[in-house]
């Protein structure tokens, strides 16, 4: 499975920004898909994710409310909506799918990473 991100950039205190993650064609059946962040000096978390197929959602604490993950089946794609972004926002975001094989075998896949920058 490869992730294309995009949509990643510089923003100001406030402001809002969408990425996008197009996941290619491939014979893994993807369970989950997630958007991380890691931002200098720290360790990659786990923004939010939305599985398949019931697509229930989930976000880390600081990001409720703000941030909204979606996904278009159709185009195999997923989506995050950030509104009232803030400095501490500021990290490289990473789109990543959890999938599994014929033989039930799960694999992480990542994407190559998108900057986010939030200026004050």
């Known amino acids: 499975v490869q992730l294309v991100e995009s949509g990643g950039g510089l923003v100001q205190a406030g402001g809002s920004l969408r990425l996008s993650c197009a996941a290619s064609e491939s014979t893994f059946r993807i369970n989950f898909m997630a958007w991380h962040r890691q931002a200098p000096g720290k360790q990659r978390e786990l923004v939010a994710g939305?599985?398949?197929?019931?697509?229930?959602?989930n976000y880390v604490d600081s990001v409720k409310g703000r941030f909204t993950i979606s996904r278009d089946n159709a185009k195999n794609t997923i989506y995050l909506q950030m509104n009232s972004l803030q400095p501490e926002d500021t990290a490289v975001y990473y789109c990543?799918?959890?999938?599994?094989?014929?033989?039930?075998?799960?694999?992480?896949?990542w994407g190559q990473g998108t900057q986010v920058t939030v200026s004050s």
């Open positions: 990543s799918a959890l999938a599994s094989d014929d033989l039930g075998r799960g694999t992480w896949h």
């Open positions: 939305v599985t398949s197929p019931s697509g229930n959602t």
